[in-house]
């Protein structure tokens, strides 16, 4: 689970402040398994899902991937596996901000 990894350097990363804050009151991110796409088409426009849990106060990521077997017809997409992943600034503006709002 790449996103997972991406947040865990980004809570190495933050400043002692803020990830205590973040551990103690923010809303936090949890990782579910990844989504597969039909086709490179829908990949393209579907982004990554979060699924927002008020009462547990998590949110929970669910990436979307396309992984494509040696069959391909095209011989640059054999073997190829496309994954949306969470950018290490949209985790570091969660911790910092954007999962305080709910408190």
């Given at each position: ?17 803020a ?24 990949w ?5 899902k979060?699924?927002?849990?008020k ?28 994954c ?20």
């Open positions: 689970m790449l996103n997972e990894k991406v947040m865990n350097w980004a809570l190495s990363q933050a400043g002692a402040d990830k205590s804050t973040y551990q103690a009151e923010g809303t936090q991110y949890l990782f579910g398994y990844d989504v597969e796409s039909g086709n490179g088409g829908e393209i426009y579907q982004p990554l979060y699924n927002e849990d009462a547990a106060n998590t949110v929970t990521i669910e990436s979307r991937s396309l992984p494509l077997d040696e069959d391909q017809l095209v011989p640059i997409f054999k073997s190829m596996h496309y949306k992943l969470l950018s290490p600034f949209r985790a570091m503006e969660w911790i910092y901000i954007d999962s305080l709002y709910a408190t």
